[in-house]
């Protein structure tokens, strides 16, 4: 069984920087991309950031330049997000897509003040 840990969320003012990691246990195999999606008061889940097994990226508009997604070969996935707005203040959740399966965190929280 596939479980995956994010860590990271906190506050902070807008601004400032957070680093959010995602860390998987189990059995990890064929991995076709891992992602960022964020989920904000009103607003329906979105993605944010996507990392494919190849290396390639994808982000959303909104976090181009200020945000970047890396991964390391120890499972774990993270998003350095910089430069925060108060917009993108939500629940930000790790998927995780192996072998046609998507695998999903619990969530953690980031609140950006102004």
């Known amino acids: 069984q596939v479980q995956l840990v994010e860590s990271g969320g906190g506050l902070v003012q807008a601004g400032g920087s957070l680093r959010l990691s995602c860390a998987a246990s189990?059995?990890?195999?064929?991995?076709?991309?891992m992602g960022w999606y964020r989920q904000s008061p009103g607003k329906q889940r979105e993605l944010v950031a996507r990392i494919t097994s190849g290396g390639s990226t994808y982000y959303a508009d909104s976090v181009k330049g200020r945000f970047t997604i890396s991964r390391d070969a120890k499972k774990t996935v993270y998003l350095q997000m910089n430069s925060l707005k108060p917009e993108d203040t939500g629940s930000y959740y790790c998927?995780?897509?192996?072998?046609?399966?998507?695998?999903w965190g619990q969530g953690t929280q980031v609140t950006v003040s102004s």
């Open positions: 189990g059995s990890i195999f064929s991995i076709n991309f």
């Open positions: 998927n995780w897509l192996m072998s046609g399966t998507n695998y």
